[in-house]
């Protein structure tokens, strides 16, 4: 059985409900996800993107940088110190 805690299913459930023209609904997700999960790197760096999306790029940045610092031998790592640096 799926288990609802399981932090990854809850990203994907988040990315894969995105609408573009709703992103309050994924923050929704997101945002609960990364405050109970503070050293989960996946919910972080798909808030980042989020806030990218939407134009935040100073916080996008920062969350990026956090990932970046968290796990930065882990793929997710690489790739969110990627994206901070693109800006």
Known sequence: R???RNVEARV???VAGFDKDRPADAFGLLGP???DNPD???PRLHLALL????GSHDKAR???RQ???AAPDARLG??????AEVG
């Open 2 to 4: 799926p288990d609802p």
């Open 12 to 14: 994907g459930l988040a």
């Open 33 to 35: 996800l990364v405050r």
């Open 40 to 42: 989960a790197a996946s």
């Open 51 to 54: 806030l990218r999306w939407i």
């Open 62 to 64: 920062a969350e990026f």
């Open 67 to 69: 990932v970046a610092r």
């Open 78 to 83: 690489r790739l969110a110190a990627a994206f």
